[in-house]
């Protein structure tokens, strides 16, 4: 299942288009501000598809029929670009547990590169709902590579994977190797750079959020 955010006209999009915004994406605290309003309003269109039990309210003057949510996600996400996205997500899931993931690219020779899965910090997973939060789906390697980690340790129920913006070639891969994962976006960019960052895209997430690393 895939769920493209602005294939709708949505007040989401301005927010993403001040995101893209090579002038406005420099004040830091607008961009990160950015990410977890999309954040919240994927988390939104996410628990959408919850199961939901029949439950009643007491209010001053009666009593209120009502379906609530009868599961509660762990929220995961990839140090360290997609934290205010993840922000975004712990606002309305505001009992979740998180997960946090430090994975960072290793780059061959050739200009090739594996996934480096240096360190995974998270509650037990076993037949919950996750989903793993991270700004850029650009290849899909390190989501997939950190979600497969996850899974053979743990029988996840079901699995979500949440981006703001993602490459055509990296919803592929992750369809190809996560076939059961439903995958919710902002929005879909069709090209990629030789070094795998997303046309036109917005840049680097990370060094946008919180300055430019070294």
Not at 40 to 53: G, M, P, Q, R, V
Not at 64 to 69: G, S
Not at 166 to 181: C, D, F, Q, W
Not at 190 to 196: A, G, H, L, N, R
């Amino acid at each position: 299942m895939l769920f493209v955010l602005n294939k709708t006209n949505t007040i989401a999009n301005s927010f993403l288009a001040q995101m893209r915004d090579s002038a406005v994406q420099q004040d830091k605290t607008r961009f990160r501000r950015n990410q977890e309003k999309l954040g919240e309003i994927l988390a939104y269109e996410i628990s959408k598809s919850f199961k939901y039990a029949d439950a009643e309210v007491q209010t001053p003057l009666g009593i209120c029929a009502l379906k609530l949510p009868i599961e509660t996600p762990v929220l995961g996400t990839i140090l360290r670009a997609g934290l205010p996205f993840h922000q975004g997500f712990l606002n309305y899931f505001e009992d979740a547990e998180s997960a946090f993931i430090t994975a960072c690219r290793k780059t061959k020779r050739s200009g090739a590169f594996t996934i480096r899965i240096d360190h995974i910090s998270t509650p037990n997973l076993d037949g919950k709902t996750f989903i793993l939060c991270d700004t850029m789906l650009a290849t899909g390697q390190s989501i997939v590579d950190v979600c497969k980690e996850l899974m053979a340790t743990y029988k996840i129920d079901n699995l979500h994977i949440a981006s703001v913006i993602a490459s055509t070639e990296g919803i592929t891969h992750v369809r190809a190797n996560l076939p059961k994962a439903k995958i919710w976006v902002c929005a879909v960019d069709e090209e990629m750079t030789s070094k795998s960052y997303i046309v036109p895209g917005l840049g680097d997430a990370g060094d946008l959020a919180f300055g430019e690393k070294v």
